[in-house]
């Protein structure tokens, strides 16, 4: 595929980025990581540079404590970096969930690579699920993405995904995201990330408890604008245009969503609550955000500016109940 996404493979329904190839369910590792894409290793090989001197050609010199990492199938470059710099492979984030998925009852559901290469990502269904009033379904996940050009550490996620929409929101607790993060100047050590998404996991009881508060909690119109306002307006959110022509009609835009024309919208959990507004930024940056297209509006909702704009969302809806 052209642009921002390399590949991409998923099972079950089509995902809410509409992109990849459908897997038949419970694939083996090795299916995912050819149908996927990520069955290629990142090589490195010290930066060398040629000296010229007049009439001759020079020398081959090396720049010392810096690397090109390349890919092993196509050579192409991916990035320079520190030779302190800890690769982690395409093929170990699928191999993180081997286990889960073998014997902890996880699903993988969608992986892929991002930006030829320099990022890629799994994303598994743990089975655990909940439903606020009206049917309205949320199910956990796990993911977990990596780059290999410095912008984003090894990073282990507990996510939602609301099912009617498709929102995706990271599961965060006492303002602080769930995630786990190992720095790429550290060896990826999955046992230990394991070791402490036990505790992460366990956290989605009390997440989702505060989820139902939120549905409980009814929002009056000038309540329901001043959290867009501080969303939006007070955000790093930038886009095409000026801040605040922008700002404007984002505005208009989650407004919309919350009112009513929001997919999932008119549920009792979410018509006139906390839990509506929160779901109108998160479908806002998912499906209706202004993006140069589909992979670009993955990348920022997952690993972006979207991504801060919802973390922001849910800070500012948990204020409501606090």
């Known amino acids: 595929m052209a642009h921002l996404l390399e590949s991409m493979a998923y099972v079950g329904e089509t995902p809410w980025h509409e992109l990849g190839s459908k897997l038949p369910p419970k694939q083996p590792i090795e299916v995912w990581a050819d149908k996927a ?19 001759t050609l020079g020398a081959v010199m090396s720049f010392a404590d810096q690397m090109v990492l390349y890919r092993s199938d ?25 286990d889960l998925t073998e014997v902890s009852g996880f699903e993988l559901e969608t992986a892929g690579v991002l930006k030829a290469g320099k990022k890629f990502w799994a994303l598994a269904r743990t089975g655990k699920e909940s439903v606020l009033k009206g049917n309205d379904v949320v199910k956990g996940y796990l993911l977990l993405a990596t780059s290999c050009d410095g912008t984003l550490a090894t990073t282990a996620t507990p996510t939602t995904v609301r099912v009617v929409c498709n929102n995706t929101l990271t599961i965060a607790l006492n303002g602080a995201s769930s995630a786990i993060k190992v720095p790429h100047r550290t060896s990826f050590d999955a046992l230990a990330v394991k070791k402490q998404l036990g505790i992460a996991v366990s956290q989605w009881d009390s997440f989702m408890y505060r989820m139902k508060t939120l549905s409980e909690r009814r929002v009056k119109s ?45 549920l ?38 979207g991504a801060n704009l919802k973390q922001r969302a849910l800070d500012q809806a948990l204020q409501l109940i606090s």
């Open 222 to 266: 000038h309540e329901a604008m001043n959290y867009f306002l501080k969303v939006i307006c007070q955000s790093d959110f930038q886009g095409d245009s000026s801040t605040g022509l922008n700002n404007e009609r984002a505005l208009k835009k989650v407004q919309a969503l919350f009112d009513g024309t929001g997919q999932g919208a008119e």
């Open 268 to 305: 009792a959990a979410a018509k006139g609550t906390a839990w509506g507004l929160l779901n109108a930024v998160t479908e806002f940056v998912d499906h209706e955000r202004k993006a140069r297209n589909q992979e670009y509006r993955l990348d920022s909702a997952w690993f972006g500016q």
């Open 37 to 55: 894409g990520m069955n290629w290793n990142i090589c490195s090989t010290p930066v060398r540079y040629m000296t010229e001197q007049a009439g």
């Open 74 to 98: 196509t050579k192409a470059p991916l990035s320079v970096v520190s030779d302190r710099y800890q690769v982690v492979q395409p093929r170990e984030v699928l191999e993180f969930y081997r």
